[in-house]
């Protein structure tokens, strides 16, 4: 089966995806490191947060067009947050859902990069379940 190359649309998924993992890990880590003083759980989603990359940037950001994202003004779901265990799981679940975004479409063009983010999805997912527990 030969991989074809994602289009322009396709790869302007990828970016919005992996900046919206890469900012749902950034929230957990940094409550876990300047909230929780959690060197443990801040050096494990930092390391995710750094693995989770596409060398090919230029062609993520060539295709990025942010201006006229449709879907650009907050939602009202956005907004409702009651206390920081509701941050921290909103934060994980959009790093675990861009997560899984990205394994699906590299598997038409990378299969490494697509098991790359398939590991830090299942990652987050143990991380999730041991940081929201705790939070109770």
């Given at each position: 089966?030969?991989?074809?190359?994602?289009?322009?649309?396709?790869?302007?998924?990828?970016?919005?995806?992996?900046n919206?993992?890469?900012?749902?890990?950034?929230?957990v880590?940094?409550i876990?490191?300047?909230?929780d003083?959690?060197?443990?759980?801040?050096?494990?989603?930092k390391?995710?947060r750094?693995?989770?990359r596409?060398?090919?940037?230029?062609?993520?950001?060539?295709?990025?067009?942010?201006i006229?994202?449709?879907?650009r003004p907050?939602?009202k779901?956005?907004?409702?947050?009651?206390?920081?265990?509701s941050v921290?799981?909103?934060?994980?679940?959009?790093?675990?859902e861009?997560?899984?975004?990205?394994?699906?479409?590299?598997k038409?063009?990378d299969?490494?990069?697509s098991?790359?983010?398939?590991?830090i999805r299942?990652?987050?997912?143990?991380l999730?379940?041991?940081?929201?527990?705790?939070?109770?």
């Amino acid at each position: 089966m030969t991989k074809e190359s994602l289009s322009p649309e396709l790869f302007r998924v990828c970016d919005a995806n992996l900046n919206r993992l890469k900012e749902g890990i950034r929230v957990v880590e940094d409550i876990m490191r300047y909230r929780d003083n959690n060197k443990d759980f801040s050096l494990k989603l930092k390391q995710l947060r750094h693995i989770s990359r596409i060398d090919d940037i230029d062609k993520l950001l060539l295709h990025r067009d942010s201006i006229k994202d449709v879907l650009r003004p907050t939602t009202k779901s956005e907004l409702n947050r009651t206390d920081i265990r509701s941050v921290i799981i909103a934060n994980f679940k959009r790093a675990e859902e861009s997560c899984r975004v990205l394994e699906e479409l590299f598997k038409l063009y990378d299969i490494k990069l697509s098991e790359n983010f398939k590991y830090i999805r299942y990652e987050l997912y143990n991380l999730e379940k041991e940081i929201v527990l705790q939070e109770k």
